[in-house]
C-alpha cells in the first residue's frame, strides 16, 4: 500500500497539497504568503466550494512546489477528511510523491482519517498488467504538521486499520478459481505468521466430519474443492473480555442445484466478504496488541450443483445437533454459519458474539448500497456497533427481530427451514439466532451484502471490494478494550 509518513514541515516538495474547508483554504505549516495568494485566486477562479474530496489544480513548472493541489473537506470531520485524502491520492496518482500540509494543532482524528483516506483511496487490485502511461506512480506521501510526536499513535493505528481492511479486500476481489477454502486458509496463515500471540487452526473435512459440522459440509458437499472451518484466535495474557467473530466465508456460490442466473453469479467470488472481515479484523487486534481476547471464525465453503451436492428437501444437522431442513440451496450462507455459532456458543462462551456475512440481497433492497443492517436483542451491543461503524466512516442500521415471524421458519421435518418467503434478510437473521444458545442476549448480526462491494470509486472506496466491516469491528474491539 501506499506509505505514508509524518513530518515537521514541509522540505521544498514537488507537489504541494492543501486543505480547503467551505471558508477559506486553511493556514498550514507550509504556508507561506506567495502560495496563500496564489491558492486563494485559484479557489476563487474553479469555484471550489471546499466539497469534502474535492481537488483543484495549480500548475507552477518553473517553481517549487511545480504542483500545488487544494483538496476539499467539507466539514471538517472524518469523513471529509477520509474523501479529502482519497481525492488528492488520486489526484496525484501519476506523481511519485506528494506532500499533504496540514494546520498546526490539527485534531489526531482529522490526521489519522486522512491517511485512512491517503491509503485506502489509492487500494489497487490487478492481476494483469499495467498499461504503463496510465499505471499510477504515486508511492509515498508526507503529511506535514507542527509536531510529529503528536500524531504517531493515531496515525498508526490508522496504517494498521488500512493495511487489513486492504486484505480483507484482496481476498475478496480474489477470483474464485484461485480462492478456494483451501487457498483462503493458507492466504490467512501467512498473514498471521509474523504476529505473535496468534493462533490458528484449520479444521478440514475429517475434523468436520467427526465433530458434526454438517452445514458446512452439507454446503461444501458438491464442490471439488473440499469445505474449512479456520479458527483464528488472539489471546493476550490478562484479557477479561472474550469476544468471538464468526464470518460467512462461501468463496463462490452458484446457488447449488437451486442454480442462480448467470447474471446473479458474477460477482459470487465476494460471498466470503463476512470472512475476510472477521478474519482481518482478528489480526488487526492482534497487530495493535488490544487487550481483548478475540476468536476469528470463518467457515469456508464453495457452492456448486454436482451429484454430491446437497438437495431441497435434504435435513442437515448442524453442531450442537439442531436440525435445517433444505427449502433452497442458494440460502447456504446461514447453513455455514449455524455452525459456526452453534459451536462458538457452546463450546467458545464468549461474552460477545458477532457474525459478518454477505447474507441476502433484500440487505441492499431495504437500505440502499452503502448500509449494513444490524440486528440484535441487546440495545447496548447495537448501539454500540453502531456508533463505531459511524465512527469508522461506515454505516450500519439497525432492524427488528419480530419474534412472531419465526413461525414461517419452522420445518415439516427438520427443526428450522433455511428458507422461507418474506422479508430476506430479517428472516435470515432470525434463523441465525437460533443457534446462538446462551450467547443470544450478547449477539449481533450485520448482514452486509450490499456494502461489501462497489461499482465505482467514491471517497475511501475504491471499485470492487470495499473490505467493508473490517473498520467497524476494529474500531469496536478498540472500545471493549477501553472498557477494561
Not at 183 to 210: K, N, Q, Y
Not at 252 to 260: A, C, H, N, V, Y
Not at 351 to 378: F, Q
Not at 452 to 463: Q, Y
Amino acid at each position: 500500500m501506499l506509505a505514508v509518513r509524518l513530518a515537521a514541515g514541509a522540505a521544498r516538495p514537488t507537489v504541494l497539497a492543501f486543505p480547503v474547508d467551505a471558508d477559506a483554504v486553511l493556514d498550514t505549516v507550509a504556508t507561506t504568503a506567495r502560495l496563500a495568494e496564489e491558492c486563494a485566486s485559484l479557489r476563487e477562479q474553479t469555484a471550489h466550494t471546499g466539497r469534502a474530496g474535492q481537488v483543484a489544480a495549480l500548475p507552477r513548472p518553473l517553481e517549487r512546489p511545480r504542483l500545488v493541489l487544494l483538496v476539499g473537506i467539507g466539514d471538517g470531520g472524518p469523513a471529509g477528511w477520509r474523501a479529502a485524502g482519497a481525492g488528492v491520492a488520486r489526484a496525484a496518482a501519476r506523481e511519485t510523491s506528494l506532500t499533504v500540509a496540514l494546520p498546526a494543532q490539527a485534531p489526531p482524528q482529522a490526521v489519522a482519517a486522512l491517511v485512512e483516506g491517503l491509503r485506502l483511496g489509492s487500494y489497487r487490485f490487478r492481476l494483469g498488467a499495467d498499461d504503463p502511461a496510465r499505471a499510477p506512480r504515486l508511492r509515498q506521501v508526507t503529511v506535514a504538521v507542527d509536531d510529529p510526536d503528536r500524531y504517531a499513535a493515531a496515525v498508526q493505528v490508522a496504517q494498521v486499520v488500512t493495511d487489513y481492511t486492504a486484505l480483507a479486500r484482496d481476498l475478496t476481489n480474489m477470483p474464485s478459481i484461485r480462492k478456494t477454502p483451501a487457498w483462503f486458509s493458507r492466504r490467512i496463515e501467512r498473514a498471521a505468521a509474523g504476529l505473535s500471540g496468534v493462533t490458528l487452526r484449520v479444521r478440514d473435512v475429517e475434523d468436520l466430519r467427526r465433530e458434526g459440522f454438517g452445514g458446512i459440509l452439507a454446503v461444501g458437499g458438491g464442490s471439488a474443492n473440499p469445505p474449512r472451518l479456520l479458527e483464528l484466535a488472539w489471546r493476550p495474557r490478562g484479557a477479561r473480555t472474550h469476544v468471538v467473530l464468526v464470518g460467512k466465508g462461501i468463496t463462490f456460490d452458484t446457488g447449488g442445484l437451486s442454480i442462480k442466473p448467470n447474471q446473479a453469479m458474477t460477482l459470487m467470488r465476494k460471498d466470503m466478504a463476512g470472512a475476510a472481515a472477521v478474519a482481518a479484523a482478528t489480526l488487526a487486534a492482534a497487530a495493535l496488541r488490544l487487550p481483548v481476547r478475540v476468536t476469528g471464525l470463518a467457515a469456508l465453503a464453495e457452492n456448486m450443483p454436482s451429484g454430491s451436492a446437497m438437495r431441497p428437501g435434504d435435513v442437515v444437522t448442524h453442531w450442537g445437533g439442531r436440525t435445517s431442513e433444505i427449502r433452497n440451496t442458494d440460502a447456504e450462507g446461514r447453513l455455514v454459519l449455524a455452525d459456526a455459532l452453534a459451536y462458538a456458543a457452546g463450546r467458545l462462551r464468549p461474552d460477545y458474539l458477532v457474525d459478518l456475512a454477505t447474507l441476502t440481497g433484500a440487505n441492499a433492497v431495504a437500505l440502499g448500497r452503502r448500509t449494513g443492517a444490524l440486528y440484535s436483542d441487546d440495545p447496548a451491543l447495537a448501539e454500540a456497533l453502531v456508533r463505531a461503524a459511524t465512527d469508522a466512516g461506515e454505516q450500519v442500521w439497525r432492524m427488528p427481530l419480530p419474534d412472531d415471524y419465526l413461525e414461517s421458519l419452522r420445518g415439516d421435518v427438520g427443526d428450522l427451514l433455511n428458507s422461507a418467503e418474506g422479508a430476506g434478510s430479517v428472516l435470515g437473521a432470525l434463523y441465525l439466532r437460533e443457534f446462538t444458545g446462551a450467547a443470544r442476549d450478547r449477539w449481533a448480526h450485520i448482514d452486509m451484502s450490499a456494502p461489501s462491494w462497489t461499482d465505482r470509486d467514491h471517497a475511501e472506496l475504491t471499485r470492487g471490494a470495499t473490505g467493508w466491516g473490517v473498520r467497524t469491528l476494529v474500531r469496536w474491539l478498540r472500545s471493549v478494550a477501553d472498557q477494561r
